[in-house]
């Protein structure tokens, strides 16, 4: 599905920015997988002639996480579980002090169809390196990924001593229509 050249400003209105959450530990059967969204983020991607000339710029707030859904653990999660883990996160993420995500694209190869993007994330006040793959589904562009959170200083959330913890890997999903 080719994109049109031209500068395409992205944002909650024509997609949705998620995040996967898993947990680990000897109690990861107490734990919820969890479907994370974040309600404000832009993304402006400059559509080349070609792919390899396109060009991606993304914030999103973490201020404005919220919880999508939760699967597995000893009971299904209440609002007021949602509000403490989006505590938890916030706490975990430091959106206090740095409450912004950014990523840069450094360069995107493939097809219409098929692509990776790569590039410079910030998250924690710390940027690396963060390559993401895009595919086409039907008429939507599908940004998939995965970040691991001790490459940007961030410890994941762990309970219970430790015996629960989330997972030090978050997939990350981008479905927008253009």
Known sequence: M?????????GPDQGDLRLHTTCRGAMARMGHDLTLGVDT?????????????????????????RV????????????????????????SLGVATHPQLTYVSTSIGGTWD??????????????????FDVRADGDAHVLTGTITQSHFGIKPF????????????????VRVVL
């Open 2 to 10: 080719t994109i049109t050249p031209g500068i395409h400003e992205i």
């Open 68 to 91: 999508v859904s939760s699967s597995g653990g000893a009971k299904p999660t209440t609002e007021e579980d949602h509000e403490q883990i989006i505590a938890n996160a916030a706490d």
């Open 41 to 65: 983020w832009r993304a402006k991607l400059d559509a080349g002639e070609t792919v390899d000339a396109c060009a991606l710029r993304v914030t999103a707030d973490l201020t404005t996480l």
């Open 158 to 173: 762990s309970a219970m001593m430790g015996a629960l913890k989330l997972a030090d890997e978050v997939a990350v999903e």
């Open 114 to 131: 098929a692509g990776r993007v790569d590039g410079q994330l910030t998250l924690h006040g710390t940027t690396a390196p963060q390559s």
